[in-house]
């Protein structure tokens, strides 16, 4: 033992229980009618020597005791100390077992918050990160229009106006990406507790297409909203979700769906619905995307083609995965270069 204060009170009051059991004995000798002084001097003798027996194998049994207090103490001063993240379990029977089985539980805690916070501050390092990079453009292109605005060097009303369109959409893709990446990291944090409940699927996507309506007329763009394959759309079709927020997502992939297709292009919606599952599809009839790329597409800041589509911040994408993984759900893709993409998400019943 590492202290000797236990063992030292176990001993002083084992032999001081020893000494009062053979003073009682003797008094109780002394009184009996057949004392015999031999006999009770033998039977001391004997008395001695079960007391010293006795007296071994409890000094035995509390070392092993109080050395495995000691092992787990040590263990427990590497854990504070950092030196410790994991150590083999020992099973044992009784109150101690249930210590060591604590003692177990709580290096897998301290391991797994420790884990934790570190992924936290990662992702914090790295958020930080991206988002003062993905900021250097944009306000770099703002305070060089400034600059020109305010050194009068642009002398012409229109370009003058143009100057402003261009700074005006910089602002607004500063602001998307911030938004976007406030949501992104609130949501991988755990932040963000989604109110799952049964809503009409058909009414969110109804409502993601009237979101998006101004930039589909722009673009001289549609989308239809349809049943899987040839069955009509169904208006009672359910899923139980996070109704504001598979909003969000759907409006993210018919923006997405939006940018890399061509004027006059049709989106389609698919919905459908059975005993396993409730799915949704987004398909565009654009650029597609490129099989090397697949793996990478819903990464913060992917863009997979900067040419088609220049103002995209590449964070839609990662924003719209992480709110269906959130609730519960899968999102995939598949595209053909060229011809389409469909994005397919999926509930479980």
């Known amino acids: 033992m ?23 004995f003797w008094c109780v000798a002394w009184y009996c009618s057949e004392f015999h002084i031999g006999k009770a001097f033998l039977l001391t003798g004997l008395l001695f020597l079960f007391d010293v027996i006795l007296y071994l194998l409890f000094r035995r049994k509390l070392r092993a005791l109080y050395g495995d207090v000691d092992t787990i103490s040590a263990l427990m001063e590497k854990v504070i100390g950092g030196e410790l993240d994991y150590a083999a379990e020992v099973y044992k029977q009784g109150s101690l077992g249930i210590l060591y089985t604590n003692f177990f539980k709580m290096v897998t805690i ?11 501050k990662e992702f914090l390092r790295d958020t930080i990160s991206d988002i003062s990079h993905q900021l250097k453009t944009p306000l770099s292109s703002l305070k ?3 600059e020109l605005l305010y050194d009068d060097k642009i002398k012409e009303a229109e370009k003058r106006k143009e100057v402003l ?3 005006g959409k910089q602002l607004d893709r500063m602001e998307w990406m911030v938004l976007a990446m406030l949501k992104l990291a609130r949501i991988e944090a755990g932040s963000i507790q989604f109110e799952k409940k049964e809503c009409n699927v058909t009414e969110v996507l109804r409502t993601a297409k009237e979101a998006v309506t101004y930039l589909l007329d722009k673009r001289k763009q ?13 208006e009672n079709v359910k899923v139980c979700c996070d109704k504001e927020w598979l909003t969000e997502a759907v409006i993210n992939l018919l923006k997405n769906a939006s940018d890399y297709s061509g004027e006059d292009a049709c989106i389609t919606i698919r919905t459908e619905e059975n005993n396993l ?12 995307i490129a099989e090397e790329a697949m793996p990478h597409i819903f990464k913060r800041f992917y863009r ?3 040419a088609v589509n220049p103002g995209s911040v590449g964070i839609g994408l990662a924003l719209t995965k992480s709110i269906i993984e959130g609730m519960g759900g899968t999102i995939k893709v598949k595209s053909e270069v060229g011809e389409y993409t469909c994005f397919t998400i999926t509930f479980l019943k």
């Open 2 to 24: 590492k202290d000797n204060y236990e063992w030292k009170r176990f001993r002083g009051l084992f032999w001081l229980c020893v000494v009062v059991f053979t003073g009682v």
């Open 110 to 120: 301290l391991r797994e918050s420790r884990m934790k916070e570190g992924q936290e």
């Open 144 to 146: 060089v229009f400034i």
């Open 165 to 167: 369109r261009e700074a």
């Open 222 to 234: 549609t989308i239809e909203i349809v049943g899987m394959g040839s069955s009509d759309l169904k």
């Open 277 to 288: 599952f409730t799915r949704i599809q987004v398909e565009d009839e654009g650029v597609g």
């Open 304 to 306: 997979v083609d900067n």
